[in-house]
Nanobody, 126 residues
Framework: VQLQASGGGLVQAGGSLRLSCVAS????????MGWFRQAPGKEREFVAALSRSGGRTTYADSVKGRFTISRDNAQKTVYLQMNSLKPEDTAVYYCEADWAISSAPLASTTAQYDYWGQGTQVTVSS
């Protein structure tokens, strides 16, 4: 599967952005999906993950209550709604796909994912 993230940009602190990640290939609904981010000079870090059906989600503590992950399997798209953005949210955001059985736990490390694509830059000004 190939993944293409979009929707990043420059926003003021307190603002919102909605990221999208479109997948190509088959069986998108067999993948748990995750969002990760990487700031300059830092390691890639987990942001949020979502099960195949969208029924289960998990978030990093730093974004809990501000970000929402969702998906549309018919459109082969996963979203990340980001509200109340902070300067520390500035990073390149990547979506990743984890081939998983329906009951598999949601992965929170990039090594557990099978595919990832080009990222999209999010910059939050203070």
């Amino acid at each position: 599967v190939q993944l293409q993230a979009s929707g990043g940009g420059l926003v003021q602190a307190g603002g919102s952005l909605r990221l999208s990640c479109v997948a190509s290939g088959r069986m998108f609904d067999r993948y748990n999906m995750g969002w990760f981010r990487q700031a300059p000079g830092k390691e890639r870090e987990f942001v949020a993950a979502l099960s195949r059906s969208g029924g289960r989600t998990t978030y990093a503590d730093s974004v809990k209550g501000r970000f929402t992950i969702s998906r549309d399997n018919a459109q082969k798209t996963v979203y990340l709604q980001m509200n109340s953005l902070k300067p520390e949210d500035t990073a390149v955001y990547y979506c990743e796909a984890d081939w998983a059985i329906s009951s598999a736990p949601l992965a929170s490390t990039t090594a557990q994912y099978d595919y990832w694509g080009q990222g999209t830059q999010v910059t939050v000004s203070s």
